[in-house]
């Protein structure tokens, strides 16, 4: 009993919900909701509809007991408030990280400017990221003939697409490299990965982007590709939208 109490309890999603409540048991803490992800709206590949009103109690309840909750896009914060209405959600974009930033501003000599051939994607293969749409788009443009050396390109179109490690043995991830030869799948990119690909990329291809200002809803993956490559946006509905 005598060992320091916190006064405070930032919380990262709903796993967070027993130990604020163990915290509390001592005296009533303030806490501030920091949702990573709408688990919710989607929940792990094969959620059951059980676990899906499992997901929806621990983010009720996470955002009941909190005095914020912090989402990191508008779609994700609409997402929350339509589960709890009275709940106080705000939208904190998340920054572009401080080595991508580094890199990007480094001047370029013309000579080192590789020609940009990619057509690519960085997304981790959940439904609210909607990765299928890419997935779509790389079939529909195989299938015009894009990947083979037209459109006046040296090289054809080649698409890219970089996940989580998890994520690569998956129907999805199968279905994107039968759409043609040139396609590839990379399971992860540090900063200096990152900005090779993102320096060779024609077109970058996202459902969620990141940047102050802009009538977008954003993720962190895609934030860096505006800062070194060429951002889409996929809506239903539409071909896409470069930002």
């Not at 000579?111 to 940009?116: K, L």
């Not at 443009?141 to 040296?154: H, M, N, Q």
């Not at 396609?183 to 540090?190: I, N, Q, S």
Request: glycine fraction near 6%; aromatic fraction near 8%; charge should be neutral.
């Amino acid at each position: 009993e005598s060992r320091a109490w916190p006064d405070l309890v930032l919380g990262v999603d709903w796993h967070v919900l027993q130990v604020y409540e163990h915290l509390s048991r001592k005296k009533p803490l303030p806490m501030v909701y920091l949702n990573f992800r709408v688990f919710s709206r989607s929940g792990p590949p094969g959620a059951s509809q059980h676990g899906a009103a499992f997901f929806k109690a621990q983010e009720f309840a996470m955002m009941d007991r909190s005095w914020l909750t912090l989402a990191l896009s508008e779609t994700d914060a609409a997402c929350l408030r339509e589960l709890h209405p009275n709940a106080e959600v705000r939208v904190l974009l998340p920054p572009i990280r401080a080595d991508v930033m580094a890199r990007a501003r480094r001047p370029l000599k013309k000579a080192d400017v590789p020609e940009r051939h990619l057509i690519t994607c960085c997304v981790r293969l959940s439904d609210e990221k909607e990765p299928e749409r890419f997935v779509r788009l790389v079939e529909n443009l195989a299938e015009r003939k894009a990947f083979d050396g037209v459109f006046g390109y040296k090289v054809g179109l080649r698409p890219v697409l970089v996940t989580g490690r998890c994520d690569v043995d998956t129907p999805l991830v199968r279905r994107f490299l039968d759409a043609h030869p040139e396609t590839d799948v990379y399971a992860f990119l540090d900063a200096e990965g990152l900005e090779e690909l993102y320096r060779k990329s024609l077109l970058h291809v996202g459902a969620r982007f990141s940047h102050a200002g802009v009538d977008a809803v954003l993720g962190a993956a895609e934030a860096p590709g505006q800062v070194v490559g060429r951002v889409v946006r996929l809506e239903a509905g539409h071909v896409g939208r470069q930002l």
